[in-house]
């Protein structure tokens, strides 16, 4: 897999990831993802982005009951 910024090799490691939400903020420090070994871009595979985007729903639907904004 290329780099599709700057075409550097892409090797499987990890990535932090972080979302700002209305009230809260998540920051993950390690997710595995695809790092370019030159520029070090971050890429996330789909089915990762799925958990990710699983983990925040989870999050907002229990969070709606703690934030009052
Ligand atoms: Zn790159």
């Not at 290329?2 to 499987?12: H, L, P, S, T, V």
């Not at 209305?22 to 920051?27: A, F, P, S």
């Not at 089915?47 to 989870?58: F, G, R, Y």
Request: proline share 3%; net charge negative; with cysteine.
């Amino acid at each position: 897999m290329k780099c599709m910024y700057c075409q550097g090799e892409m090797k499987k490691s990890t990535a932090p990831f972080s979302i700002s939400r209305q009230g809260y903020h998540i920051h993950w420090d390690a997710i595995e993802a695809y790092v370019c070994s030159q520029c070090g871009e971050p890429y996330f595979e789909s089915e990762t982005v799925d958990k990710i985007q699983a983990a925040l729903s989870a999050l907002e639907e229990k969070s709606k009951e703690l934030i009052k904004i």
